[in-house]
C-alpha cells in the first residue's frame, strides 16, 4: 500500500506560478512511476507530468516547457513546478503512484488539489 498526501494548490493569475509538492508513504520500494494528473469540471482525468524511478520525464504536450515534475528522493517527495500558467489549466491536481508488474497495474491516488488561474 501507498499513502500520497498533496499540497501546494491555490489561485493564481494568468503567468504566475505554483509549486504543487506530494510526499509518499508505505511500500514506497514497490514505486515505479509518480506522477501528476489533473481533472477539468466535465473533462476525463488527463495525465500532466510523471517520473520515473530512475528519473526519466515525461510530459504532456500542453504543459512542456512550463511545468517541471521533480522528486527527492531523501523526503520521498514529487514536486510540480508549474509557470506561466493559463486559465486552461485551472483542474484538481492528482498525485498518484503506479506500480507496474507483469499483467498487473495498481494506482494510488492523492485526495487532490485545486488549481484556479484567474485570466
Known amino acids: 500500500q501507498v499513502q500520497l498526501v498533496e499540497s501546494g494548490g491555490g489561485l493564481v493569475q494568468a503567468g504566475g506560478s505554483l509549486r504543487l509538492s506530494c510526499t509518499a508513504s508505505?511500500?514506497?520500494?514497490?514505486?515505479?512511476?509518480m506522477g501528476w494528473y489533473r481533472q477539468a469540471p466535465g473533462k476525463q482525468r488527463e495525465l500532466v507530468a510523471q517520473?520515473?524511478?530512475?528519473?526519466?520525464?515525461n510530459y504532456a504536450d500542453s504543459v512542456k516547457g512550463r511545468f517541471t515534475i521533480s522528486r527527492d528522493n531523501a523526503k520521498n517527495t514529487v514536486y510540480l513546478q508549474m509557470n506561466s500558467l493559463k486559465p486552461e489549466d485551472t483542474a484538481v491536481y492528482y498525485c498518484?503512484?503506479?506500480?507496474?508488474?507483469?499483467?498487473?497495474?495498481?494506482?494510488?491516488w492523492g485526495q487532490g488539489t485545486q488549481v484556479t488561474v484567474s485570466s
Open positions: 498518484n503512484a503506479l506500480v507496474v508488474r507483469p499483467g498487473v497495474r495498481w494506482d494510488y
Open positions: 508505505g511500500s514506497l520500494f514497490s514505486i515505479n512511476y
Open positions: 517520473i520515473t524511478s530512475g528519473g526519466t520525464t
